[in-house]
């Protein structure tokens, strides 16, 4: 089992950077694929971004490809989100996922994810 904390989040301009990080308390972190979404008021949970165990594999949506940044540290337990030239409607609570298994590949569907962190908000002005 893993537990999941996400930090990071802040209220920023557009075009402006940022940097969440989601750090695990859990054993095996490095048997876990771990994945981004985030959640707008209203809106379902949307998928961002998504690291293979070993990190050789992301997958990005297409809305944040060329923006964010998905990295992993087995190390220190630890996913990172880069985000740079955000935009309004990054505003989102964003959560960082576990899903078991070195075998199995990147996967946008959050159900897949059996993990999750409280989340982080990110706000974005224009």
């Known amino acids: 089992q893993v537990q999941l904390a996400e930090s990071g989040g802040g209220l920023v301009q557009a075009g402006d950077s940022l940097r969440l990080s989601c750090a695990s308390s859990g054993r095996d972190f490095s048997s876990y694929t771990m994945g981004w979404f985030r959640q707008a008021p209203g809106k379902e949970r949307e998928f961002v971004a998504g690291i293979s165990w070993s990190g050789g594999n992301t997958l990005y949506a297409d809305s944040v490809k060329g923006r964010f940044t998905i990295s992993r540290d087995n190390a220190k337990k630890t996913v990172s989100l880069q985000m740079n030239g955000l935009k309004p409607e990054d505003t989102a609570l964003y959560y960082c996922?576990?899903?078991?298994?070195?075998?199995?590949?990147?996967?946008?569907?959050?159900?897949?994810?059996?993990?999750w962190g409280q989340g982080t908000q990110v706000t974005v002005s224009s």
């Open positions: 996922g576990a899903r078991y298994g070195t075998l199995v590949v990147v996967t946008s569907r959050w159900e897949e994810y059996g993990y």
